[in-house]
């Protein structure tokens, strides 16, 4: 996958018409500025028809806030990934902790989401991360590895297949408290073996990027990305900022 670091930007359930439509035409201007950093946005399901014509052209990239695993039938309140990307996405969040959270969204139930992405043609970015619980309990490493290794069971991805993984701590979520940075790469590092694990290196090269999420904003961002083991951010309230959007843009352009 391209080694330019990434911001993804979830705006989750926030902003209206005019925000988002403000907000979008000052990340597509910046963003043109910056041919380095890769750009990624994920408004709320209504506005991604307006936005998509918005960044149609631009080096900007739109994405779903979540999906269903099928395609069509009778699934009320879900979008697919079809629609998605007749949207115009590139890429859609699977398993955020929120859903996890307040949908009782499992490992499977993720596994099967990031399956039919793959399948239409849509650039999966799978969240993966530990409670506070279990982080003081000391077995943090083996929760994230054993979720990874439910989501990504039995998929063998081919050549064309990107998959973005965002190691998200729960605790740090919308809390304001960030994982340490070191902390944080150590345990993307351990993300990365594991894969290793579960298929060649050349494969993990060429197929996966690995993100940090939580409480990350442009005054901290440099202290994650890499560009090495860190490959970008998930970014949640701080990119529906402009001066924080466009700040983290700025600070990751090499």
Known sequence: M???????????MNLNSKQTGELIMSVKKEASKHSSVSVIVAPSFTYLDSVGKILKG????????NMFW???GAYTGEISAPMLMESGCSHVII???ERRKYLRETDH?????MVQALECGLVPIVCIGE??????QGIKDLVVMQQLQAIFGGLIPTEKQ???????????VGTGQACDPNEARETIQVLKHALIDMYQEHVVQQNFVALYGGSVDHTTITQYVDGDIINGVLVGGASTRLDSMLGMIRAVDT
Do not use: D
Not at 2 to 12: D, E, F, L, T, Y
Not at 131 to 136: L, M, N, P, S, V
Not at 162 to 169: D, F, G, L
């Open 70 to 72: 099928e395609s069509e």
């Open 131 to 136: 409670t506070f619980e279990q982080r003081q």
């Open 109 to 113: 139930m993720i596994h099967r989401k």
């Open 2 to 12: 391209a080694s330019h670091p990434i911001v993804v930007g979830n705006w989750k």
């Open 162 to 172: 990107n998959i973005v993984i965002a190691y998200e701590p729960i605790w740090a």
């Open 95 to 97: 398993g955020h902790s």
């Open 58 to 65: 631009s080096k900007v990239q739109l994405a779903g806030q």
